[in-house]
């Protein structure tokens, strides 16, 4: 038996005695999720004794080095974890802003001190993060952000406001971009983390016209952060902005990818009447099987730090259409009953609901208008890109 043969049969083993019965079940809604952190409610004992146990052997971050919380798995054991973990319908145990988008760049840019503090938390679900970037005036132009971040001495003083921050209602910390400079453009950003209950942080949420509230205004009124939380050099934060857009652009993909479970479209909506919608249905599962198969293949690229530098914003265009297309197709298979708002026979407009909520999918993480772009330039290198 080899190693990696050896690998599987023990982590098997291992998921089999300790993943709960529950938590191999379907997820029915995002509420399902575990997001951990100091005020998280859990739905069930066993939705937190999943993320505990899962946390403690470095499993939540099973590609993370053991130092810092993570499993120290190598690139192929990690997706032997992922293959099993399907296999037996695991749910994620942790769902987390500080796993896909703060983590990467923490590990990169981060102190060691900064590593010691906030990655061991992560990896345990002790902290939940939200994400300061867009302004009212600095959506696509993120680089033309005005929270104003100034030198005091002993101290950062934050002054601004930001928009669409996901979650900053619930969030106990923030990785935000301020400016530092007005000097230049690109060269005036920083990138800073401080504690959502700050004195002069509030927040007020979004509501999207599928009932749900994800998105948050968040404002900053002379809040005080320590000197030590800048991420990376002063006036340098436009690097690590970039480097984690590019992953949060591939954790947006993987809505493309459904919810995990291996049955296709056309298994979930059983038979269907209509032979163009079920031809529909199936060309939906062709393109959805193509995708997962390139998604594989990238991030086993952005692992081995050799994908090219567009292919984040070519996946998070083609997951988001993926993700659209398919909650349409759930629509049109559902019909009239799928229009349904707050019946308990349509679990409170389940499927309207989500199908509205994939419309913000082309504008968070990047507008659809703004990847393409990024494609046609530096992918296709079309003149005039």
């Known amino acids: 038996m ?12 291992w998921l089999e005695a300790n993943c709960p019965a529950e938590m ?11 997001w951990g952190g100091r005020n998280f409610q859990f739905q069930s004992e ?4 999943w993320m505990r146990i899962m946390g403690e052997k470095g499993w939540t971050v099973p590609d993370w080095p053991a130092a810092y919380g993570g499993g120290g798995l190598s690139p192929a054991e990690t997706k032997i974890l992922k293959e099993e973990m399907a296999a037996i319908g695991a749910r994620n145990p942790l769902s987390s802003f500080g796993i896909s988008m703060l983590g990467p760049a923490l590990l990169k840019y981060g102190t060691e001190e900064q590593k010691k503090r906030f990655l061991p938390e992560i990896a345990r679900g002790e902290i939940r993060w939200c994400q300061g970037y867009s302004e009212p005036g600095a959506g696509s132009d993120l680089a033309g952000l005005q929270t104003k971040c100034e030198d005091m001495g ?7 406001q930001k928009v669409w921050t996901s979650y900053a209602d619930k969030a106990d910390w923030i990785f935000c971009l301020v400016r530092t400079s007005t000097e230049s453009k690109h060269g005036g950003i920083s ?9 002069g942080v509030s927040t007020k949420p979004i509501l999207l016209i599928s009932g749900y509230s994800p998105f948050c205004e968040t404002f900053f009124d002379n809040v005080k952060v320590p000197k030590n939380q800048i991420v990376g050099e002063v006036n340098r934060g436009w690097d690590v902005a970039k480097y984690l857009l590019g992953h949060e652009r591939e954790m947006i993909s993987g809505m ?45 690229q952005l692992k081995a730090g050799e994908a090219h530098p567009a292919m984040p914003s070519m996946m998070k265009y083609a997951g988001t259409e993926l993700n659209k297309k398919r909650h349409e197709l759930i629509m049109a298979a559902g019909g009239s009953d799928a229009l349904e708002w707050d019946s308990e026979r349509s679990r409170g407009g389940k499927a309207a609901r989500e199908w509205l ?9 990047g507008t659809s208008e703004v990847q393409l772009g990024i494609v046609a330039k530096h992918i296709l290198r079309l003149p005039g890109a």
């Open 46 to 49: 066993a939705q937190e004794r």
């Open 2 to 13: 080899t190693d990696l043969e050896s690998f599987r049969a023990g982590t098997r083993a």
């Open 256 to 300: 493309g990818l459904g919810s995990g479970s291996s049955r296709t479209l056309a298994q979930s909506l059983g038979e269907i009447d209509d032979p163009v919608l079920a031809a529909d249905v199936a060309l939906f599962d062709v393109d959805a099987i193509a995708f997962a198969a390139m998604s594989e293949h990238f991030i086993d």
């Open 357 to 365: 909520r994939t419309k913000a999918n082309s504008i968070e993480g």
């Open 24 to 34: 191999r079940t379907p997820m029915r809604s995002e509420d399902d999720a575990c």
């Open 154 to 160: 002993d101290h950062w003083l934050v002054n601004g």
């Open 191 to 199: 990138f800073l983390l401080f504690d959502m209950e700050s004195e």
